[in-house]
């Protein structure tokens, strides 16, 4: 049976080339793997070689024709003994001088794509009632979570630097070693772009690891596998694959530790699809959401803060206590701004909605909580009804979690906007050393509060 | 070539001159002051962060710092004090830029664990463990490039050498034959995991061995046998064979940085060591024994104190920087 030849892609990007020269003529018999003709990209002439035994019927495409679209028959190959007329039939499009293609115009994707899960609705999404609480640390309501966790699942083990012998370097990983022993509290040499390739290797295979960054910062060392193994795999693989991990540590300034320990990776995570993202403030937020993101099949990075670790909140003392990942926490009613923070900031926020109470002001605190997926709902049912937000964050401002908030306010909540929403940020600068220009650098309450009074036209 | 170890080569005498052990006890004992002070300093709240002291491990910055030549370049970790005196920066900026104040070397900005001087070519002062084994590559690079001569000295720690950049890095180096010396400070523990517990490799001297970069393994308690391995590493780097690695055998007196409760070693441990190793008593014994006088090392104490009670004031008394310091230096040309 006749077939057509067409234009070979050359290479991954090639959309279009001459065809520089006929090696073989009508009527010639080729074999599987000759050499039929010469093609030029824009890059390189490259021989191209027949794919099967058989004979040049017909010569579609002359020599020295430019701009040839890949997968345009370019001759016809019929079998051995086949007349040049059996490509008759052939639906060849026209022998005319294929036309160089135009650049289709994609529309704004942003504007006219699905959404996606980040948008979902989030009302199903309920907190129960939790009932009786207790004060602990922010540091116990993370290691109970590991417990918890580790109890109910054989599966579930934590790695990282200084996690087992010396009991975290921040103490988060207390007596863990004690009860789980060695296989399942694992002490790893400074090596995080091998140890967490390995966890994600591991995560992928079948079970479920809980990667302990000593510092956020030290993620950095091993980005790309949180980024391009860890996020993409179940999307690459079709949905064969899944990545049940935790990537997990202090994020943000801790206190002096310069530049380089010093930033947040918020709006980093937070920008990567395949990934979900948490940022707890209070030990009920830390406890609930690690063991969310533990029990999540999909990897999710838990960004915690070191100055938080030794704070006191009532967190739930029911054994099943767990929070929802995507949803975010009204912490204080208010009917005049909306401030959404995360992480530290809540407090920082918290701090400015007392002190602008005491000028009359009525803020509302939200604690997002989960930064990916991020919980639109809440945000814009209060700014429905605040008419006016802030948004807070330690990070620096340039493509920040802030920037998302207020585009997403100015989306959905245009028409109730009485104010243009306004973001406090860290200053765009790495954080400097020194105790006074430290101070100066990082969001106070009073920035919040100056913010919220230009909202108002003060 | 393989390892081998230790002693110096004392058959023809003795390895330092008078002048050089001079120096190197002057130097020694500099460092050792400055870190008692900064740690004093640190208890007192005037400086914050991380504070890592290089306490016992003089020997190893005073015995290079012997064989360096002006020019040569050098680069470490956080544990950076001791590199950077011995590089011949100055107290008064080092001490200043702990207490984070307009006197110290990056007016503040940087802080114990980032400081740099273009002047004395000492490139930081890192915060990421092993960065600076990469960073360290390139300032040979540099020197391969310009054909200026001079060499890389980069240190880093038993912990960093688990880093697959220092392989990505020994790789590059011994590819294009960079003059880069490779310095480990084998101080037996990355915070608080010993070497055994953090490498399966048994002797780090031959970890560049698959790259035919050779190697030595060395005491990094005694400044003489680290002046004689550094002299002949840095020949080697500087005729255009190549990198060189030395594995100094040295330990850390002090907890990893001020936090560290350093339970995961017996008191006795370090005891052991202060006793019968330390690099500066050491020093001083072979030095009486060749019949220095005790004046000699009166003088010096009462200097070095000197220097260090100076830098201490001045970096208490240096104003804190300015506010407008925020926005300065974060581009070239804005
Ligand atoms: C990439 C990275 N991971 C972890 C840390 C935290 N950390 C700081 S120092 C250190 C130990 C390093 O040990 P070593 O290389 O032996 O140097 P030493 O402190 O003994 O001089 C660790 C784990 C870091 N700064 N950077
Ligand atoms: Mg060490």
Redesign the pocket.
Known sequence: MASPILMPALSPTMEEGTLARWVKKEGDAVRSGEVIAEIETDKATMEMEAAEDGVLGRILIDEGTEHVAVNTPIAVLLEEGEDASAADGLDLGSKAKPTPKVEKIVPNAAASAPQGPAQRSTAELVEPEWGETADITVREALRDAMAAEMRRDEDVFLLG?EVAQYQGAYKVSQGLLDEFGEKRVMDMP?T?HGFTGMAVGAALSGVKPIVEF?TMN?SL?AVDHIINSAAKTRYMSGGQMSCPIVFRGPNGAAARVGAQHSQCFGSWYAHIPGLKVVAPWSAADAKGLLRAAIRDPNPVVVLENEILYGKKFPCPVDEDFVLPIGKAKIEREGKDVTLVAFSIMVGVALEAAEQLAAQGIEAEVINLRSLRPLDTETIIKSVKKTNRIVSVEEGWPVAGIGSEICTIAVEQAFDWLDAPPARVCGLDIPLPYAANLEKLALPKPEWIVEAVRKQLGD | MGSMTDAPNRQNGPVLSKEEMERAYREMLLVRRFEEKAGQLYGMGLIGGFC?LYIGQEAVVAGIGLAMKKGDRSIT???DHGQMLVAGMTARGVMAELTGRSGGYSHGKGGSMHMFSKEQEFYGGH????AQVALGTGLALTSAYKKDGAISIVY?????SNQGQVYESFNLAALHKLPCLYVI?N?R???GTSIERASASKDLSKNATPWGIPSRKVDGMDVAAVYQAAKEAMEHCRSGKGPFLLEMETY?YRG?SMSDPAKYRQRSEVDEMRQTRDPIESLKAEMIKQGIDESFFKTVDHDVKAVVKDAAEFAETSPEPDASELWTDVLVGE
């Open positions: 630097e400074i995080e000593m030290f060392q | 890592h970790s956080y544990r915060g990421i463990v092993g880093f720690g038993e912990g960093a400070e101080n523990y990355g915070m850390r990893h």
